[in-house]
């Protein structure tokens, strides 16, 4: 079955997308922001997350009514490959893929506001990626943790 995607992006039908599109995603959402691991105990890592209000930085005037930013953690070569080559980014510019104002370094990206266009055509595919690669990461963790040795989640 296809998943709808949301006519209008706003953080609620995104929310929506990523919790019907990925049935394991576990959903922590506290004031002002939604955080999607698949660790229903620990909540963490995170592969996706949605804020709206300027608690967790100040960077993308996220103040103001109805802004949000969406952000992803990908892999390198996406990262480098989609926003590595942006120099001083325009953190309050809108519909615009960008490094995370605060988690570049860890490989997350954002958009603040994504169209209905960015969001089908940019944002799914990174989700799924996202969400694939800490996957994955959890699947090496757990037959390495069997077999005695551990190997962090991070090292996706």
Same mark, same amino acid.
């Given at each position: ?14 929310? @929506? ?9 576990? /959903?922590?959402?506290?004031? +002002?922001? *939604?955080? =999607? ?21 100040? @960077? ?9 930013? /969406?952000?992803?953690?990908? +892999?390198? *070569?996406? =990262? ?39 969001? *089908? ?36």
């Amino acid at each position: 079955m296809t998943k709808s995607l949301p006519s209008r992006p706003d953080p609620e039908t995104i929310t @929506a997308y990523i919790t019907e599109t990925f049935p394991d995603a576990d /959903l922590v959402s506290i004031e +002002g922001g *939604a955080f =999607f691991s698949i660790d229903p105990e620990k909540h963490w890592p995170n592969f996706a997350t949605i804020v709206w209000t300027d608690q967790f930085d100040q @960077a993308t005037n996220l103040k103001d009514p109805g802004v949000f930013r /969406l952000n992803i953690g990908v +892999g390198r *070569a996406t =990262f480098e490959r989609l926003v590595g080559s942006i120099v001083d980014p325009d953190y309050t510019a809108l519909d615009r893929l960008l490094p995370h104002p605060v988690y570049a370094k860890q490989l997350w990206v954002s958009i603040l506001n994504p169209s209905a266009s960015s969001f *089908a055509e940019v944002a799914v595919p990174l989700l799924a990626e996202a969400h694939d690669r800490l996957t994955a990461a959890r699947a090496r963790h757990h037959r390495a943790a069997g077999g005695g040795a551990e190997v962090p989640i991070e090292e996706a």
